[in-house]
């Protein structure tokens, strides 16, 4: 029988997951010192790597006081060998250890990173972002997201889009809504972009179907647990549409992709947390918005009949709603009265004041928002001259649409809220490794 | 025998590409009108799609009156049975076809797309950029971009590492080098990051291996062909490395996964602009910056020992000396001055006025710098003593070092740069969808 330590040389590392597998074999570990326990006979440093914890068990009165020297979070390489025992965790732990300290003695963090949770307010724990996200349950949420993405774009590959990488700078202040962040242009004013929205839109005209990847902008003034004054938008456009149902077809699609991403690469993740990944189905149920608006007067206190958008506690009726007729977490509410959506949307052709758009509920919040936009260059013309807005600060944007544009529509993600919902977070910044927002601009 | 008629109903839109393999199909076209053709019996009519161009046959006079309105870049639908055509695209082209219109009638753009080249200066072309990349050639540079960064994620997610995202926007414009934007951030001054070295170095605290693909902000005055003002940096970062030659072997994988992933991806792009996908070799040949001086103190007339940097002839030289010597179009150069390097570069332990660093050459011009980063707090403290530096502006920075890192290094491609040189551009901006520059922020 060949011993399992010829294959592993003492050398090569290996981490803290595989050790179950190595047994019997000389093996190094690096990584962090997540916790150091002395007992009258023994000492046990329990190392902290990508993958996860493995413990390392010191005798002998040298050993032990070479091993009690270190503080906790100093980097350390321990060399020992893979010995099975069940109380250790995943069932095996180093014996016969030596050890090397790979950094200085680390200084105690504010807060201790070996217990369960870390004992420090969310502001605090923000401050000490670096050493806060160590910890096991800090860093979990920015595995799901880094998951959620992979999926998203996977999706979208397989469905024939091409990433794109617009501008965040932009000349002028067009999309309404938020406000903007100024810059300093060599000299010149310019605008942190709010949204890839002109640009994507544009580029359909080139790849026909379209996504990125990248940070958004709004200067946001209001300090609540949602908004961020920067954050990361999945964006997808289409061409060739026949209308927002396409779009919505491939949102499912995407949904499915960033769902069985989660489950695939953040499955420890996502247990940790005690996060439930949910089901995307087949085909998402969906609800017109004057429907949803008869619903909510026939079954609620409310009559919100005439309101021009839905209130968060109609949302979250909404959903409930969706869970028990339709099994559904996921709820996609159509045919907003344009007069609340963006100058471009599209309106219904059979019901030209409600709008070809969507939002999509998730967990009693809306996660998404889209819709089929204009593309005729007279329709531009128009929708604009109806709300009154001039069509001069949006002439390279409309230039787009004066040589052929086809039918289009697409959505935007904002990654930190899906993360948040998915992980049922009570503050989006939880989702956010370095929030940005009126308060903060460090670390 | 099934007629392959029977397989694709009439309503569903097909692909210019896949017309060959449909031959006696009734189908339906969706596109731009890439060209149109009068003769006197006959009008073409050329699509564009995203997968290429598919031509349709109009005869008798009613057909070709349908198809002779409309004006190029205007949306089509075509539909009609693919009929085998050596002469046509791709063998095969729509007989008894009938058109409509998608979009309204399409404006003449400021150049011919349908010429095998835009007859245009570059400042025209990007100033008209959503039409000009509808041209095969100008858009073919960025389908090249996609499948390199999709190449770069695949093959670090394939060595465990995990995707962040960092803050665009940071409190003091601390790395040195190029100049920064200033941000009004509610009222107070803040700045557009430079790279996410920073934040990407305290997350190989928190993930051990980490990448991020997203914008960079350089406040550069210089107009020149290489400078943008906003570019696409892709960074990585791993920590436990024994010095900068382990990252080095990351980004010897990184550059096979893109070049892999341009081959599989992006071959049609590759092959319209002649571009030559290089070979990445097992192990590509590396330098040390005293013996290229020695080289080129001895091979050509100049004698730059005792210059602490290589000049753009010296990378020329050395590019054309490692493909002759090495047969490869990559050559590592390690051990630059530690007086050219940033502060937080680790010195090389045997030669400290040397570091563990490197460039990577390729094809005449540096395309990668990374290397070994300090990990101990005091060394931080000393390095910046050294270079005259008060700590105060780094302290958050800093903070990371006082609880433990790990020995790490990482390095950052700049994409534009990376497609330029493969497809040999003279322009930087030939790579950059909607470039930013000193004279540019349109559209």
């Not at 019997?24 to 993958?51: C, E, N």
């Not at 004992?119 to 806060?132: E, G, I, Q, Y």
């Not at 004054?229 to 499915?256: I, P």
């Not at 005729?376 to 109806?386: I, K, Q, S, T, V």
Request: one cysteine or more; hydrophobic letters at 40%; proline letters at 9%.
């Amino acid at each position: 029988m060949i011993s399992t330590s010829t294959t592993v040389p003492a050398t090569r590392r290996v981490l803290a997951a595989e050790l179950p597998g190595l047994i019997g074999a000389q093996v190094t570990l690096q990584g962090w010192l997540h916790r150091r326990r002395g007992l009258k006979s023994v000492v046990f440093l329990v190392l902290r790597d990508r993958s996860g914890l493995a413990q390392a068990v010191f005798t002998g009165p040298g050993a032990m006081a070479a091993a009690a020297r270190h503080p906790e979070e100093t980097v350390l390489q321990v060399t020992g060998t893979v010995t099975g025992n069940p109380q250790a965790p995943g069932g095996a732990e180093l014996t016969s250890p030596s050890v090397t300290a790979l950094s200085g003695p680390a200084e105690p963090p504010p807060f201790d990173l070996y217990r369960p949770t870390v004992a420090a307010s969310l502001p605090t724990v923000l401050d000490h972002a670096p050493v806060a996200l160590r910890h096991p349950v800090l860093r979990a949420p920015h595995v799901i997201s880094a998951a959620s993405v992979a999926g998203f774009r996977a999706a979208l590959d397989g469905l024939g889009f091409t990433e794109i990488h617009t501008p965040k700078i932009v000349a002028s202040a067009t999309e309404s809504g938020a406000g903007v962040f100024a810059v300093d242009w060599f000299g010149d004013r310019a605008y942190l972009a709010q949204s890839p929205q002109f640009f994507k839109q544009a580029m359909v005209g080139v790849f026909e179907r379209v996504y990125e990847v990248g940070p958004v902008f709004r200067a946001e003034p209001h300090d609540t647990a949602r908004h961020l004054a920067q954050y990361t938008s999945l964006d997808a456009e289409l061409g060739f549409v026949a209308d927002h149902r396409d779009v919505m077809a491939v949102l499912r699609d995407v949904l499915a992709g960033m769902t069985d991403a989660v489950r695939r690469r953040a499955g420890d993740a996502c247990a940790l947390l005690g996060a439930e990944v949910p089901d995307v189905p087949e085909r998402i149920p969906e609800i017109h918005f004057t429907r949803a608006q008869d619903l909510l007067a026939a079954h609620t206190g409310d009559d919100p009949r005439g309101e021009p958008d839905l209130a968060p506690a109609h949302e979250r009726w909404l959903s409930e709603w969706a869970l028990r007729e339709h099994g559904s977490e996921f709820l996609f509410v159509t045919g907003y009265p344009m007069a609340k959506r963006p100058f471009y949307t599209h309106p219904d052709p059979a019901s030209p004041a409600h709008s070809n758009s969507f939002d999509l509920l998730f967990r009693g919040l809306e996660l998404v928002t889209g819709g089929q936009r204009l593309h005729r260059h007279e329709d531009y013309l128009a929708a604009l001259a109806g709300r009154g807005e001039p069509p001069a600060p949006y002439t390279g944007y409309l230039a787009t649409f004066r040589h052929g544009m086809p039918p289009h529509g697409g959505f935007a993600i904002g990654l930190e809220r899906w993360t948040s919902r998915l992980i049922g977070a009570a503050n989006i910044r939880t989702a956010t490794l370095f929030p940005r927002d009126l308060h903060r601009l460090t670390p």
